[in-house]
C-alpha cells in the first residue's frame, strides 16, 4: 500500500520559482533515497535530484545552483524548490523511492508518484 503524492506544480514565467512536495505513506521515508524525475516527449524519466537517507543529494548538471532538494522526515515528505526556471524545465516531474544507499537512476526505483506538470512560458 506504498503512495506517492506529488503537488505544487503549475504554470510559472522564466526565471520564476516553484516548490514542489512528495507525500509519502505505506513506508518510512527516513529509510529511503528520494528522486525526483521528469518526463518530456525527448528524455523519458530523467534524473534531476535525489536525496538519500543520509541527506546527501545529487543534481544533473543543468540545474546545480537553480534547484534545491530537501526532505522532512517527521511529516514523511521531500520536496524540490525551482528558482530562476527556464523554459526547457517544462515538463512532468515525479518523485520516486527507493531502498538505496545512493543513486539516481529511474530505472532502480520501484515506487512512483502520479507526476505534477511545470510548464515554464511567458
Known amino acids: 500500500q506504498v503512495q506517492l503524492v506529488e503537488s505544487g506544480g503549475g504554470l510559472v514565467q522564466p526565471g520564476g520559482s516553484l516548490r514542489l512536495a512528495c507525500t509519502a505513506s505505506g513506508l518510512i521515508l527516513d529509510d529511503y533515497t528520494i528522486g525526483w524525475f521528469r518526463h518530456t516527449p525527448e528524455k523519458w524519466r530523467e534524473g534531476v535530484s535525489c536525496i538519500h537517507s543520509d541527506a546527501s543529494a545529487y543534481y544533473i548538471d543543468s540545474v546545480k545552483g537553480r534547484f534545491t532538494i530537501s526532505r522532512d522526515n517527521s511529516n514523511n515528505t521531500a520536496y524540490l524548490l525551482m528558482n530562476t526556471l527556464r523554459p526547457e524545465d517544462t515538463a512532468v516531474y515525479y518523485c520516486?523511492?527507493?531502498?538505496?544507499?545512493?543513486?539516481?537512476?529511474?530505472?532502480?526505483?520501484?515506487?512512483w508518484g502520479q507526476g505534477t506538470q511545470v510548464t515554464v512560458s511567458s
Open positions: 520516486a523511492t527507493e531502498k538505496l544507499p545512493y543513486g539516481c537512476t529511474s530505472g532502480a526505483f520501484r515506487f
